[in-house]
């Protein structure tokens, strides 16, 4: 009985940001995680915060504790503007899938960059296709 709501408990987050962003600054997917945990903490417990950085509506997921939480985070956040770009939230319908698929190449690349910024050369311009299309 309790999984049959489990997906109610769950906002869906759209246009957060631009997926290119983190091709130059990977450091911004925590950032984009305490801010949204910050602000639902106000409503009650987040159990998850999760950033889909590959996704291009630029989606984020927030687990709180209970259904009624999560609403009142969809009336929070749905609409308000953020980083210039305005905020779409709803409940999860408990089937779309919003993890992007990345190609071994893909995630070596990543990894690459995760270690780089890691070390503190987080500085340099990385490209891949996301990215060179955002500096066009």
């Given at each position: 009985m309790g999984d049959k709501a489990k997906h109610e408990r769950v906002v869906i987050i759209k246009n957060l940001f631009e997926p290119a962003i983190f091709d130059?600054?990977?450091?911004?997917?925590?950032?984009?995680?305490?801010d949204l945990r910050?602000?639902?903490?106000?409503?009650?417990?987040?159990r998850k915060v999760i950033?889909?950085?590959?996704?291009?509506?630029?989606?984020?997921?927030?687990?709180?504790?209970?259904?009624?939480e999560a609403d009142q985070a969809v009336e929070l956040l749905n609409g308000r503007w953020f980083m210039k770009r305005q905020l779409s939230a709803e409940i999860w319908d408990g089937r779309t899938k919003y993890r992007i698929a990345e190609t071994d190449s893909?995630?070596?690349?990543r990894?690459?960059?995760?270690?780089?910024?890691?070390?503190?050369?987080?500085?340099?311009k990385v490209d891949n296709k996301e990215g060179a299309e955002a500096d066009k």
């Open positions: 130059t600054d990977v450091g911004l997917i925590l950032e984009f995680q305490q910050e602000e639902c903490s106000k409503l009650g417990e987040v950033i889909y950085d590959r996704h291009p509506e630029g989606v984020a997921q927030i687990n709180m504790s209970c259904p009624e893909e995630i070596t690349e990894l690459d960059k995760w270690d780089k910024f890691l070390e503190g050369g987080h500085n340099e």
